[in-house]
């Protein structure tokens, strides 16, 4: 085993008795929950380019320090810090933490060696957009995955115009708007995992990988890893166990249909007698209005975009918020002042004039000038 030591990620390569190595790389802020920074992020752009490269790497682990996540989200504070020293402008601190944040979740996903994420514990906004990025996600029964923005201003970016428009039905919109908490089992019902394993399954794994007959094959790769997930996931301790998702999915559907007006009047006028639906629609109800016309706009891209207009979109969407949106005050509330009591810039959904809305759907750049034109290419 070689180990590379950066400051918040730990890189290392596993041998194996194949002769080709495992890449596997461990973000390691574990009093932050491994929430993404910048040299984080560009540490991990350096090191999968060069794996995807090398010729002797057979594939990639990406997981996370300590026991409670895998990464909980993005390094919010600094973007607030730089968005309040020039109110109403987009910083460069934000258009560089996006631009960068988006080129490595679109590496991810369109990595051809496996790249497995351990997704135990705490998975959140920017550790959703690594995660939906991997051929194989692994879940745990300790797993809650989340996009919360809502309650910071926000909306759920690093791809989840993407992946949160192809799940079933209406859920996407509903993650989206409640930022509802998913289990394991639900996870794996909208597609974020498609693999499940028990919490201590972690070093058994890590051994297991360095026994496979890796070959220069990468669809033989991914397939000998699909084969070794998969018994070891008939031999879980701990069984799935339900989805709420699943087994709401009609109710669920029913109350995100319509426009938001419509929407709004459900949720407003539902009765809270399932827990889990109350916490979700209080949730909502406290989230930022700007920001719960993004999520439905959003979600009414469907699946037409590719996924590097995808990102392209969410970057201007997401300089904008952090400029002339609700995202400094959701901050404030949240993590800075920690009063969770924003005062969000409109009192409630049908007080948002659509002037505003337009504002924040409008790229800040010409197309020529966008920072992620050349993405893909």
């Not at 461990?26 to 932050?32: G, S």
Request: proline share 4%; glycine share 10%; with cysteine.
């Amino acid at each position: 085993m070689s180990i590379e030591q950066s400051n918040s990620v730990v890189f290392q390569t596993l041998g194996t008795l194949s002769g080709m190595q495992v890449g596997v790389a461990t973000l390691n802020m574990e009093k932050a929950l491994n929430a993404l920074n910048m040299e984080m992020i560009q540490a991990l752009t350096r090191q999968l380019t060069a794996w995807a490269q090398d010729d002797a790497i057979a594939m990639v682990v990406l997981d996370g320090a300590g026991e409670k996540a895998f990464c909980a989200g993005g390094d919010v504070r600094a973007l607030y810090h730089a968005a309040k020293e020039t109110p109403g402008e987009v910083t460069e601190m934000a258009r560089v933490f996006f631009t960068d944040e988006y080129h490595l979740d679109h590496l991810l996903h369109t990595f051809d060696k496996p790249v497995l994420v351990w997704g135990d514990g705490i998975v959140m906004g920017g550790g959703l957009g690594l995660m939906a990025g991997a051929s194989h996600r692994i879940v745990t029964e300790k797993s809650r995955i989340a996009m919360p923005e809502v309650t910071i201003g926000l909306y759920p970016d690093v791809g989840g115009s993407y992946f949160l428009n192809r799940m079933p039905g209406h859920i996407g919109r509903f993650l989206g708007m409640t930022a509802y908490n998913m289990n394991g089992a639900d996870a794996h019902f909208v597609g974020l995992g498609n693999h499940y394993l028990n919490s201590a399954d972690k070093e058994p794994l890590l051994d297991a990988l360095s026994s496979v007959d890796w070959e220069a094959d990468i669809g033989a790769n991914h397939t000998k890893l699909n084969a070794l997930i998969e018994a070891m996931s008939g031999r879980c301790a701990i069984p799935i166990g339900p989805s709420t998702l699943a087994d709401n999915q009609g109710l669920i559907d029913e109350l995100m249909s319509g426009d938001l007006a419509q929407i709004m009047a459900k949720v407003t006028a539902a009765q809270h007698q399932l827990p889990w639906l109350e916490r979700a629609i209080n949730t909502l109800l406290a989230g930022s209005p700007l920001s719960l016309h993004l999520v439905y706009e959003q979600s009414r891209l469907g699946t037409e975009l590719s996924l590097e207009q995808v990102f392209q979109f969410e970057l201007g969407l997401s300089c904008n918020c952090c400029a002339i949106g609700d995202f400094v005050e959701g901050v404030r509330a949240l993590l800075i002042d920690k009063d969770r009591q924003p005062q969000w810039k409109f009192a409630s959904v049908d007080t948002v004039p659509e002037a505003a809305v337009s504002a924040l759907l409008t790229s800040p750049w010409a197309a020529a000038e966008h920072p992620l034109a050349t993405l893909g290419q």
